[in-house]
T-cell receptor, first 116, second 112 residues
Framework: GAVVSQHPSRVICKSGTSVKIECRSL??????MFWYRQFPKQSLMLMAT?????????EQGVEKDKFLINHASLTLSTLTVTSAHPEDSSFYICSARVPGSGQPQHFGDGTRLSIL | ELKVEQNPLFLSMQEGKNYTIYCNYSTTSDRLYWYRQDPGKSLESLFV?????AVKQEGRLMASLDTKARLSTLHITAAVHDLSATYFCAVGSGGGADGLTFGKGTHLIIQP
């Protein structure tokens, strides 16, 4: 079945560090991928839509200069959290939808980011 | 702005019992999803509902969609402990090209 791979699964780093998270669609091409953030015991919030070959679309309240998104190929989107601070600590999850009617969005395994 | 309301947010039930989780959404949508999340894990797709009156079943779980009422239900039949998890409904629009708006989730605990 369709698989979305996300890497790394866990990052612990110091405040001020920039962190890059990769999201790959392993057996299908995804012109659009999505990035979500989930705080502990809360729901998922859509951060941005990553579009292959064009600029990402950010949700209201999400700083585009803080969360850099690059979708350079049909199977890879990256999210870079720049100059991360403790308040950026969260669970970041990407998703992609297999083309075709009735297909769900498949989610990566998530990246748990902890900023000290 | 699309809003998705889920209830209950917390549910503790005994094995063997039946229960229903409700998901209401505020604007017209062409697809509704149900996902399961185990602690510390990502989301597992359960159902995709595309049309009014759609009903899907997998094991002890059954999901339905009423687009006129903007309501979806996830029914659990004869619950077993392995179904303990957090269940999210999510709504998409724009032909599937948009990101999803999630409900707050239902934290389900099934006790022996």
């Amino acid at each position: 079945g369709a698989v979305v791979s996300q890497h790394p699964s866990r990052v612990i780093c110091k405040s001020g560090t920039s962190v890059k998270i990769e999201c790959r669609s392993l057996d299908f091409q995804a012109t659009t991928m999505f990035w979500y953030r989930q705080f502990p015991k809360q729901s998922l919030m859509l951060m941005a839509t990553s579009n292959e070959g064009s600029k990402a679309t950010y949700e209201q309240g999400v700083e585009k200069d803080k969360f850099l998104i690059n979708h350079a190929s049909l199977t890879l989107s990256t999210l870079t959290v720049t100059s991360a601070h403790p308040e950026d600590s969260s669970f970041y999850i990407c998703s992609a939808r297999v083309p075709g009617s009735g297909q769900p969005q498949h989610f990566g395994d998530g990246t748990r980011l902890s900023i000290l | 702005e699309l809003k998705v309301e889920q209830n209950p947010l917390f549910l503790s039930m005994q094995e063997g019992k039946n229960y229903t989780i409700y998901c209401n959404y505020s604007t017209t949508s062409d697809r509704l999803y149900w996902y399961r999340q185990d602690p510390g894990k990502s989301l597992e797709s359960l159902f995709v509902l595309l049309s009014n009156g759609a009903v899907k079943q997998e094991g002890r779980l059954m999901a339905s969609l009423d687009t006129k009422a903007r309501l979806s239900t996830l029914h659990i039949t004869a619950a077993v402990h392995d179904l303990s998890a957090t269940y999210f409904c999510a709504v998409g629009s724009g032909g599937g090209a948009d990101g999803l708006t999630f409900g707050k989730g239902t934290h389900l605990i099934i006790q022996p």
